[in-house]
């Protein structure tokens, strides 16, 4: 089977796959415990005002009505509106994702810079000081969650050194000059990478040594080739296959590990509205959100799969 036939099979099964990930969001909220119209209107709201925004909200219809009625406006791209300031759904999506893209992606570039070719050299110089630095470092990387790395960031660069601003992205633009837009991103960016280069700088060692021990590379060198030929000619073409599946894994999980960051530091993203909308018991909004950042992880693991056979053609779909 070609990659075209692959990918066209595995496009007519994303709306499948939608179908059933709109039904785990619709049916989490339901039984999430709370009333958001009572949450919203206080404890002295009348029975007939919120009989009304019940009704304007359709949650005086029967679950399966209500769950109808919101995939009926999904197809036609409306994601609802928020109950607490009434904005459209969509319209926050538009506004606020390429925020978290951008935070995402300037993340996953970061770790890729230097994960890469800290693994290459860790597995090069093998049981060095360096590999054992490296290994030292990313278990350190894989055991500090994230939003407490931010805090020690915050604590060391921006209190203290006073050297980078704790909030202010998206409030410049690069018309403001180039350090003022690029130093709020810091301090985010360092504590969204940190994790992913401890994870991708691992998983490049590891193929990096099996690549090496293979029959081919012995040869190479028996020829007479130099290291450095070696490595960029030889290795590190068979190392990108699974360099590439977990770079498309993580950029996804970045944009959910940026809910964090992005409350932590007053960021206008998907992930602050996402908190404020579970904290106010906004379902529309949750439930917007949260099926936009499911599609997106859908897309990023077809986005893979593609491009495996893209790296190696070698792969063949069956």
Not at 173 to 190: A, K, M, Q
Request: proline share 6%; net charge neutral.
């Amino acid at each position: 089977m070609g990659i075209w036939t692959y990918f066209l099979r595995r496009l007519v099964q994303v709306p499948l796959v939608i179908f059933f990930v709109s039904i785990i969001v619709f049916a989490l909220m339901k039984v999430t415990p709370g009333d958001p119209v009572s949450i919203m209107l206080g404890p002295y709201a009348t029975p007939e005002t919120t009989a009304t925004l019940k009704a304007k909200f359709n949650l005086d219809r029967s679950l399966p009505e209500q769950y109808l009625l919101w995939v009926g406006n999904l197809l036609q791209g409306d994601l609802g509106a928020s109950i607490r300031s009434q904005e459209p759904v969509t319209d926050m999506v538009l506004n606020r994702f390429p925020v978290s893209i951008s935070i995402a992606l300037m993340a996953t570039l970061l770790s890729l810079l230097i994960a890469i070719p800290a693994g290459v050299l860790a597995a090069y110089r093998r049981n060095s000081l360096w590999d054992y630095a490296l290994m030292g470092f990313s278990t350190i990387g894989l055991s500090v969650p994230t939003f407490t790395l931010a805090l020690v960031l915050i604590l060391f660069f921006a209190l203290k050194l006073q050297w980078v601003p704790i909030a202010g992205v998206g409030l410049r633009t690069l018309s403001d000059g180039f350090w003022p837009f690029v130093l709020p991103y810091i301090i985010p960016v360092v504590g969204l990478a940190v994790t992913t280069i401890a994870e991708l700088a691992r998983i490049v060692r590891a193929s990096m040594l099996e690549v090496l021990d293979q029959e081919y590379i012995r040869v190479a060198r028996a020829q007479g080739l130099g290291n450095l030929v070696i490595l960029r000619v030889h290795a590190l073409k068979n190392v990108f296959i699974p360099i590439i599946t977990v770079i498309a894994i993580i950029f996804a999980f970045q944009v959910g590990n940026t809910i964090t960051i992005e409350y932590l530091f007053s960021i206008p993203g998907v992930g602050s509205a996402l908190i404020n909308a579970v904290i106010s018991r906004d379902f529309p909004v949750i439930q917007g959100l949260t099926l936009v950042v499911g599609i997106f992880f859908i897309g990023m693991n077809l986005l893979a799969d593609i491009l495996y056979a893209v790296v190696d053609p070698r792969i063949h779909y069956n």
